[in-house]
């Protein structure tokens, strides 16, 4: 364990995109494009001066938690938003869902690391 994860609470949102984040690492022999797996900073906390200079700089709310810039067959890329168990979408995360769906990205909700892996695994050998 990183010392980075000791700091994320256990079952949280970041808990299962770390965990996730831990399995791409350990499958990119198997499947080399998940080195471009990467995050998007939307729902970390951050200070307000912090939010201000993310904001000015291009930081939108809502836009899903990772992406895979890997185009399957109808798709140009996977968007992964994590959620835990009782975790609900948000009106700007719904928005945003539907116009990168509209745009050929398949966009998913995962509320465990087992459904991440499970949707990316689909989305790779789709």
Known sequence: MTNA?????????????????????LQKGKHPELVLFHSIPNGSHKSPVSRMIYKATGLKSGVPDCFLPVARGKHHGLYIEFKTKKGKTSEAQKWWHEKLTSQSF????????????GATLDYLNS
């Not at 994320?8 to 791409?24: D, G, H, L």
């Open 5 to 25: 994860l000791r700091f994320i609470k256990p079952e949280s949102e970041n808990a299962i995109q770390a965990s996730f984040f831990q399995w791409t690492e």
């Open 106 to 117: 398949l966009v998913v909700t995962c509320h465990s690391v087992g459904e991440a892996i």
